[in-house]
């Protein structure tokens, strides 16, 4: 009885498996950084640092997200452990 019965496996899509991505970047992140930006373009009325600030923050964002999709649930744990084998 080691193998599944007929029909008991189905393949698994990658699209259910990453995360929700928004802009390139996991949506949490977008939401939060366009209404960081937005409140400094608008509400503080510096649009020349709030849409460039967007624009670096999403574009780094995009960078790491390409290369690992779960970067903000993984970047805190590497952050907490201790380096062992410093060279």
């Not at 995009?62 to 060279?87: E, M, N, V």
């Amino acid at each position: 009885m080691s193998e599944a019965p007929e029909g008991y496996c189905a393949p698994l899509r990658l699209s259910l498996t990453r995360p929700i991505l928004l802009g390139g970047v996991p949506r949490a992140f977008a939401i939060l950084n366009a209404t960081i930006a937005a409140a400094i373009a608008f509400g503080l009325q510096q649009p020349f640092i709030g849409l460039p600030l967007w624009a670096v923050c999403q574009g780094a964002a995009a960078w790491a997200a390409a290369r690992d999709p779960w970067f903000l649930d993984t970047w805190p744990r590497h952050l907490a452990k201790p380096a062992f084998l410093d060279a």
